[in-house]
């Protein structure tokens, strides 16, 4: 076999395991593996729209979890309330806190560190 043929070769088969592993990657987040319990059953475009790489906006999520003002009255325990801040009022992105495919990472919490807050 000569070197030219080698060489594409080697380069076909490292393409093909790159895919390979650019799959799973993929195929995991699709599955929903870190999707909370009550996000499984929903398709990707359900959050994201037409286009999967965006981050959903508000509006996706309080189609199901809204109206904003269930969301504020549920955490009006919080002497700051995260869901009507301080800083954004109620236009905090909700994935600043709400990280479907991670855990999730209370924002407020850099500065804030005697609320307990407690994001799912």
């Given at each position: ?88 009022g109620e236009?905090?992105?909700?994935g600043t ?5 991670s855990q ?17």
């Amino acid at each position: 076999m000569s070197v030219f043929r080698t060489t594409v070769k080697s380069l076909v088969v490292s393409a093909a395991a790159f895919l390979l592993g650019a799959a799973a990657v993929a195929q995991s987040a699709n599955t929903g593996e870190v999707l909370p319990q009550a996000h499984k059953s929903l398709d990707c475009a359900s959050c994201h729209g037409t286009d999967t790489t965006n981050i959903p906006s508000n509006d996706a999520c309080l189609k199901c979890h809204g109206p904003m003002e269930k969301l504020i009255a549920s955490t009006g325990k919080y002497a700051l309330n995260p869901h009507n801040s301080p800083h954004w009022g109620e236009s905090v992105p909700c994935g600043t806190c709400h990280k479907q495919h991670s855990q999730p990472k209370v924002y407020c919490e850099a500065c804030h560190t005697n609320q307990n807050y407690r994001a799912r």
